[in-house]
């Protein structure tokens, strides 16, 4: 059964998304992200190239908006000034491109999003006609908040990013996903495919990750690990759970038993 998904108006099959960053060279991003099977790659306009540099590599070469759709993130941004900036030249160099990622820290050692600056750098994003896939807390109240000024995605945090530590409070992902009417991404965290898997059986629409293939001691053969993650807890999501139990529970019927 087709079983896509739709951001901004544009249907996707893949629900991995996946960063750019912290791979050895351009090739090595390229083969990684080709065995991701994702069809949305996100980068980080103020640490990579993507024609702002004139002579120099340019990751698009690699990775053609024409295979891709092309995710602009604001990573390395700490005020929504910064933000809102980086966006607009995003938009400018990738010729009238609105779907952008926001992200604003708030701290950098934990790089935990500053709220007040996320919620502020929405608003002025969602009036210039970005469609914005907001990186936030795991907090509901802030979930719904973004849902509501019009962004058309929400990406709690798992964990840090890339701390790797998996889903370290699935009540409250649960909570944001029951309540939501724009598409739910985990976004940081994870960090092997069994983390991408809770975090579908969650019941997200898809899972953004970058370090936990980046950093793995073989990127290409975890990537493919990962998509293969997160279509089994997509699909168990689709499945449903058996309950859990207190007590045991046969496979097989006791009654009738031979002698």
């Keep these: 059964m087709k079983d896509t998904w739709s951001v901004a108006g544009r249907e996707f099959q893949s629900r991995l998304l996946v960063g750019t960053g912290k791979y050895r060279d351009h090739e090595q991003t390229r083969a990684a992200i080709e065995a991701s099977g994702a069809e949305i790659v ?21 990775l053609p908006p024409s295979r891709y759709t092309i995710l602009p993130n604001t990573a390395g941004c700490y005020s929504a000034e910064e933000a809102v900036r980086t966006c607009r030249l995003a938009r400018e160099l990738l010729d009238g491109h609105t779907l952008v990622k926001l992200e604003v820290i ?9 709220m007040a600056e996320t919620l502020k750098a929405a608003a002025t994003l969602v009036k210039e006609g ?7 807390t795991d907090d509901p109240v802030a979930a719904k908040r973004l849902e509501e000024m019009g962004c058309v995605a929400v990406m709690p945090l798992a964990a ?16 944001i996903v029951e309540n939501a009417r724009v598409p739910i991404l985990v976004d940081a965290g994870v960090g092997t495919a ?19 293939i ?5 990127p290409v053969l975890m990537a493919q690990a990962m998509r293969k993650g997160v279509e089994a807890g997509r699909e168990a999501y689709r ?21």
């Design 214 to 218: 980046a950093a793995a001691r073989d």
């Design 239 to 259: 499945a449903g759970r058996m309950p859990r139990r207190f007590a045991a529970d046969p496979s097989s019927p006791l009654a009738g038993l031979i002698a």
């Design 194 to 212: 069994s983390d991408a898997a809770v975090a579908m059986e969650l019941g997200c629409d898809g899972v953004l990750m970058n370090t936990a």
């Design 160 to 175: 840090p990013i890339g701390s790797g530590l998996g889903i370290r409070n699935p009540y409250n992902i649960r909570l």
């Design 130 to 136: 970005f469609a914005v896939m907001v990186y936030t």
């Design 42 to 62: 996100t980068i980080a306009v103020r640490r990579t190239n993507i024609g702002q540099k004139e002579g120099e590599p340019n990751l698009l070469d690699v």
């Design 106 to 114: 708030g701290d950098q050692q934990s790089l935990f999003p500053d």
